[in-house]
């Protein structure tokens, strides 16, 4: 089959609707799609700089030069996984060349960072790697908390980059950047050299995301990264790829891809329709700055290193024929529950960290409703 009328197939599978999206991408931010929706997703331009095994790509316009591999910090401390394990695998990520550490405040009941924080404590691995961590406060007050928690926790008197975690709602980006809002925090703790970089994450629904851009642009912040579900499912079903990825990429924002298999347990290779080495393939050839994949034992890091020395930049039939074999599956959804249910929603089970209505609210509607 030559390469149009397998594009062609892909397009009749499922891509069609790209169009109508690419509409909506503009009536939720005011401007132009830089994608082409009837078609493929973005590919990377440059697969990145190879140095033994591992690729290095940069980390957006921060002028950071990061593995293309990210290790996952909720898998690598899940229960019944011993702490010893958890340092070994920390150790090992790091000396065979992924320096990009993902972790957050509430993963695994601040198990995930006091782990963490003691690997990268010991034989100077803290000097090695690029070290992230999120937080859920969405006020001031909450979010300064969590940061110098995270940081405790962490062993370091500063992370690389901080991101606010779970921008699941359309009042998120408002409460984070309110008079007293988490943003007024995050920008102390920047100043003060506790934070180097700053982004948001979420996994819920993309036009979320291009909010966040828009409130963001609107109080004259530039984030630096932004971090989404990417996967073979995606492209076919309220879509990061095609609504979230080429904004970012047009502002300079570097693009951290998860969920590359689903979540949870590698909840889309229970589809049958592909393969870990596939997932992982079709997540680098996004123009991701990292790809943060869950490793809980020795046989999955070598999956995840596997997956990058054998990446080279996939040719659109190659993309053509994964999505053709994904598209049924991924119609309604099925395999990506951290969009189409709560189950993925930590913050829905934490109003605290959420904070209070404001007092714009209060002063309009004084009473509760029900």
Known sequence: MNRRALVKGVVAAGLAGRAAIAAEIGSASGQESTSEPAGLPPRVGNPGERRGDMLYRRLGRTGELVSAIGLGGSHVAKPPIAEAETIRL??????????FMDNSWDYNEGQSELRMGKALQQGGYRQKVFLMTKIDGRTKEEAAKQIGMSLDRLRTDHVDLLQHHEILRYDDPDRIFAAGGAMEAVLEAKQAGKIRFIGFTGHKDPHIHLYMLEVAAKHGFHFDTVQMPLNVMDAHFRSFAYLVVPRAVEQGIGVLG????GGGDGIILKSRAVTPIECLHYALNLPTSV???GIDKPEILDQALEAVRAFRPMAEPEVAALLA????????????????TAHFDTTARHAEWLGGET????????????
């Open 359 to 370: 007092p714009e609210v209060k002063k309009l509607a004084p009473q509760q409703p029900g």
């Open 325 to 340: 074999k994904t598209a049924e599956a991924a119609r309604a959804g099925e395999y990506e529950l951290f969009k189409t």
């Open 291 to 293: 790809v943060i994949t």
């Open 258 to 261: 998860m969920k590359s298999m």
């Open 90 to 99: 920390i150790h090992a990520a790091v000396d065979r060349g992924i320096s």
